[in-house]
C-alpha cells in the first residue's frame, strides 16, 4: 500500500531548481522520509532522508513541514543527468526495507 | 570501492527452466536485499539477509523462488520452474550495519530476466 503520493510527471529547465513534492498525510512518529532516484537502465540510487528537520547534502536539500504530512525534494542546479525518475519512500526506523511507489519522471531539458 | 555487482546483467529463459542470479555486495556489507520490478508494476522487496541468515522474506512471491547467502558473502536468487510473469529485473542492495548516511542501500544495475 503506497504511503506517498507524488506526481507522475515534471519538467525542470537545465541550470534552474528542481521542486519535487510529497505528500505522506498517514506519516507516523517513527517514520522517516527517504528519497531515492532511478536514472534509466541503472538501480536506484539514494539522495537523502529525514525524520523532521530539514536536511542537505551534496545533492539535495530536504524540506519537510512542520506536521511531517508533505515533503519537497530540491535539486539546486538541475542539469541533463539529473533525468531520472524520484521515489519518496516512507520508511520505519529499524526496519531498512523500503517500498517504492510509481514515482515522480523528471525530465531535465536544455 | 567496487559497488554492488549482479550477473547476468541480462538472461532470457524460456518458460519452466531454471535461472540463477548472482549479487556481489559491496565489501563488508551485511545486510543485503533483493527487489524485483514485474513489467508495469513498482519495484517490489523480496526478502533481506543480514550475513548468511534470512531477516525478512516476506516478500518472496512463491516457492518457486529460493534465495541463499552461503558465508555471507554473495547472494544467488534461483527461479525454479520459472513462469512468464517473472520476467522483469531483480535488484541487489547491500547496506552496512549502522546509523549514516553510509548505512543507506546502494543498489546494483539490475538484472534484466526475461522469460518467455
Known amino acids: 500500500d503506497a504511503k506517498t503520493t507524488q506526481p507522475t510527471s515534471m519538467d525542470c529547465a537545465e541550470g534552474r531548481a528542481a521542486n519535487l513534492p510529497c505528500n505522506h498525510s498517514?506519516?507516523?512518529?517513527?517514520?522517516?522520509v527517504y528519497w531515492y532516484r532511478q536514472i534509466h537502465s541503472q538501480g536506484p540510487q539514494y539522495i537523502i532522508h529525514?525524520?523532521?528537520n530539514n536536511e542537505t547534502n551534496e545533492m539535495a536539500s530536504l524540506i519537510i513541514t512542520e506536521d511531517r504530512k508533505s515533503s519537497t525534494l530540491i535539486l539546486p542546479h538541475a542539469t541533463l543527468r539529473d533525468t531520472a525518475v524520484y521515489y519518496c519512500?516512507?520508511?520505519?526506523?529499524?526496519?531498512?526495507?523500503?517500498?517504492f511507489g510509481a514515482g515522480t519522471t523528471v525530465t531535465v531539458r536544455a | 570501492e567496487a559497488g554492488v555487482t549482479q550477473f547476468p546483467s541480462h538472461s532470457v529463459i524460456e518458460k519452466g527452466q531454471t535461472v540463477t542470479l548472482r549479487c556481489d555486495p559491496i565489501?563488508?556489507?551485511?545486510?543485503l536485499y533483493w527487489y524485483r520490478r514485474v513489467m508495469g508494476k513498482e519495484i517490489k522487496f523480496l526478502l533481506h539477509?543480514?550475513?548468511?541468515?534470512?531477516?525478512?522474506e516476506s516478500g518472496m512471491p512463491n516457492n518457486r523462488f529460493l534465495a541463499e547467502r552461503t558465508g555471507g558473502t554473495y547472494s544467488t536468487l534461483k527461479v525454479q520452474p520459472a513462469e512468464l510473469e517473472d520476467s522483469g529485473v531483480y535488484f541487489c542492495?547491500?547496506?552496512?550495519?549502522?546509523?549514516?548516511?553510509?548505512?543507506?542501500?546502494?543498489f546494483g544495475p539490475g538484472t534484466r530476466l526475461t522469460v518467455l
Open positions: 519512500i516512507v520508511r520505519v526506523r529499524n526496519d531498512y526495507k523500503l517500498s
Open positions: 565489501s563488508g556489507h551485511d545486510n
Open positions: 498517514t506519516i507516523s512518529g517513527n517514520e522517516y
Open positions: 542492495a547491500s547496506r552496512q550495519s549502522g546509523r549514516g548516511t553510509y548505512n543507506e542501500q546502494f
Open positions: 529525514g525524520l523532521k
Open positions: 539477509f543480514v550475513k548468511e541468515s534470512k531477516q525478512d
